[in-house]
């Protein structure tokens, strides 16, 4: 069955004022995410993902607004139909009660994510409270098994204060920890970057392992396309806040279909291709206060024509579920897959 | 004292004697020197308790016959014999226990002068301070929230004044304005810890002159110390919002007044209580300017009136009794944020 979206983004947009001038951070951005997907948000620093991730438990800081679009979340009812909860329309303790509950958040670098002066398991008993969930020996026994299942020993984790784990450790926890409540959503943003490769691959292995046990619904956050390839179904590459591309892990990866997805691909070393060389994007993303007219990545495209710097290229659908922004797409198509052949 | 809690594994267990019986050592090191340096200084202040007595008994009217003999009496007093001496016999008494006698009032021990004058201290120091502690916590939880609107100008800018008003600007300003011009307190009465003729016990009449007696000096003490509270607080809390642990705690889905209390609050707060021991510490050596003012019988009037009076004895006392809580203080407040403050406590205990 076709079942209804966990999260339907429609487009949305999202300002920060600065004294410089309102930073468009986001714009047009629209993505479904089925329940039990895993979805990559792909993009250089400042392209915007995090923003977008963000914005989903309405977490932005105070100079940013949602200016337009839609965020709907949907809780599955018995009789196959589904609760709507518009999240932009949540008042304050609605959304309080939906952060975590329904959509958990691990952040990137999360060395301070915790309390320094609360246990562990005070800070699992914190998290319950604030949603009615279990309590006491209940509570004892979810969270040690969340340990386990994030591969931490629970007799040494589970009494300990937040200092006295690695910084490994500490990023295992929260995913444990987001996991308490067994939300439908689980944001992931840049949750390896501060990790060695080690800890990062272990801390990978633990996410796949727990989607195939619970069958949450996922959104990585990341920059780095071949550790989201992975672990997720879908990708979207953000570029200058907004969504230039998105379809299947696979799809992506084999057949970029965006000159900007392409190059992203392309700076990738890998040991499997007899590519030569790595080849890095010249230049660097647009001001986000004066945007250019026409497409955004206009400037840096090696495929861009004159229609490049004049008009948007509007969103279209070369396939099912894969979306492009590019006037030229299928030149680009025709030319991944030329290289993919050679 | 089982100040810091630690698991009680016997090394560690171990390892903690050894670091609280190296912190007494080193605490009543400190309080002997302090002992001493006070012991010697004093006696290098100008003029002797003799000299002042004879001056007070000559301007009281006496002839210098008398106040010769009067001052002779005091001969009992052993400053004849070498500084080095007397510093022996004192530090030999002290280790009893015996603090010695005034000078002035020749039969009352200094630890009764101690005894009856210290309660005052730190009934009056005490409460006030903890009154100007909480309020600054919660002045300066409030203005942080309220950052840059309204209620933070008028709270910052009340303590920044306060902080930079000094005690007996307000004291005297209080003195004169509300007392003599406006007549709104009845300063005169308003002397001395109690009235006259009122006896501690326990009734509403006592604790109602306490309290009256308590308000004014105290409200000063609290105006002129909540600004360094408030501010401080102030500052640690904005801090504090922008910790990531605070972000988590609001995705988390934790209520507000979770988040204020044990998640912000309690991380603002911890230095402040470090502070708070040390202060406490100081202050038990009574207010000088305030007490002396508001003629209020506590140990800090009673400093001022030994010092006018060279009366040794006292002095020393009370020098100790100060020396003494300052060191104390400080201990408490290591063990205190070792108690508050997990990381610590593993740095203070750990191999």
Excluded at chain 1, 153 to 160: F, L, S, T
Excluded at chain 1, 177 to 190: F, S, T
Excluded at chain 1, 227 to 248: K, P
């Amino acid at each position: 069955m076709p079942s209804h979206p966990t999260l339907s983004v429609r487009n949305l947009a999202i300002e920060y004022q600065t004294r410089r001038g309102w930073v468009k951070a986001a714009q047009a951005v629209n993505f479904d995410l089925l329940p039990g997907e895993a979805l990559a948000l792909i993009g250089e620093s400042g392209s915007g993902k995090t923003t977008v991730g963000t914005s989903l438990i309405r977490l932005l800081p105070g100079n940013a607004t949602i200016s337009a679009g839609e965020i709907v979340y949907r809780r599955p009812v018995a009789d196959g139909s589904a609760t709507e909860i518009d999240v932009r329309a949540l008042d304050a303790e609605g959304l309080r009660r939906f952060r975590w509950k329904e959509a958990a958040m691990v952040f990137q670098g999360s060395m301070n994510a915790f309390n320094p002066v609360l246990r562990i398991s005070d800070q699992f008993n914190d998290t319950s409270r604030a949603h009615g969930g279990p309590r006491g020996r209940e509570l004892v026994e979810r969270g040690k098994s969340l340990l386990e299942l994030v591969r931490l020993d629970p007799r040494r984790v589970w009494e300990a204060y937040p200092h006295e784990l690695s910084g490994g450790m500490r990023q295992r926890v929260l995913i444990a920890l987001a996991l308490l409540l067994e939300p439908q959503l689980l944001i992931l943003d840049e949750p390896t970057t501060a990790l060695d490769v080690l800890t990062q691959r272990s801390v990978i292995d633990v996410l796949r392992d727990l989607r195939k046990a619970l069958n949450f619904s996922m959104i990585f956050i990341s920059h780095d396309l071949a550790l989201a390839a992975e672990l997720v179904d879908r990708m979207a590459t953000f570029y200058a806040g907004t969504i230039v591309e998105i379809g299947n892990t696979r799809t992506l990866f084999n057949r970029p279909h965006h000159p900007y997805t392409r190059g992203l691909l392309r700076s990738l070393p890998t040991l499997d291709s007899d590519r030569a060389e790595v080849a890095s994007i010249p230049g660097s993303p647009p001001d986000l206060i004066n945007l250019p007219k026409g497409c955004a990545f206009h400037a840096r495209c090696q495929a861009a024509q004159a229609i490049c710097s004049q008009d948007m290229p509007p969103p279209e659908e070369v396939a099912a579920r894969h979306i492009v922004r590019c006037h030229f797409w299928r030149d680009v198509a025709g030319a991944a897959r030329a290289e993919a052949t050679r | 004292m089982s100040a810091i809690p630690i698991k009680s594994t016997p090394s560690r267990s171990g390892l903690a004697l050894r670091y609280l019986g190296g912190r007494l050592l080193k605490a009543l090191l400190t309080i002997w020197l302090a002992t001493t340096l006070t012991f010697f200084l004093i006696r290098l202040m100008p003029g002797n308790p003799i000299d002042i007595y004879m001056e007070e008994l000559l301007r009281a009217g006496a002839s210098a016959e008398d106040a010769r003999n009067q001052a002779a009496m005091m001969m009992n007093i052993p400053l004849d014999k070498p500084v080095g001496e007397q510093y022996l016999d004192y530090m030999a008494k002290l280790v009893t226990g015996d603090l010695g006698t005034s000078f002035k009032a020749r039969t009352v021990p200094v630890a009764e002068i101690i005894t009856q004058r210290l309660p005052w201290t730190i009934f009056s120091v005490g409460s006030s301070l903890l009154i100007s502690f909480t309020l600054g916590i919660l002045l300066g939880t409030l203005a942080a929230y309220r950052r840059n609107t309204l209620i933070d100008l008028l709270i910052t800018n009340f303590a920044a004044l306060m902080e930079a008003l000094p005690a007996f600007t307000l004291a005297l300003l209080a003195v004169l304005m509300l007392g003599a011009v406006w007549k709104v307190i009845p300063i005169s009465q308003l002397r001395g810890a109690l009235s006259p003729g009122v006896q501690p016990e326990f009734s509403l009449e006592f604790f109602s002159d306490v309290f009256m007696h308590w308000r004014v000096p105290a409200a000063i003490y609290v105006l002129t110390t909540v600004g360094g509270w408030i501010l401080a607080m102030r500052a640690n809390t904005i801090n504090a919002l922008g910790d990531d642990y605070v972000t988590v705690a609001k995705a988390r889905g934790l209520r507000d007044s979770r988040i204020m209390t044990a998640y912000v609050g309690r991380n603002a707060s911890l230095p402040l209580f470090t502070r708070l021991a040390i202060v406490i510490g100081f202050s038990m050596g009574g207010s000088l300017i305030i007490e002396q003012i508001f003629k209020y019988r506590g140990l800090g009037y009673e400093a001022v009136q030994a010092l006018g009076a060279r009366d040794y004895p006292v002095m020393q006392g009370i020098f100790l009794v100060t020396t003494t809580a300052v060191v104390v203080s400080g201990l408490v407040a290591d063990f205190l944020y070792g108690y508050l403050d997990p990381r610590v406590r593993i740095k203070a205990t750990g191999p």
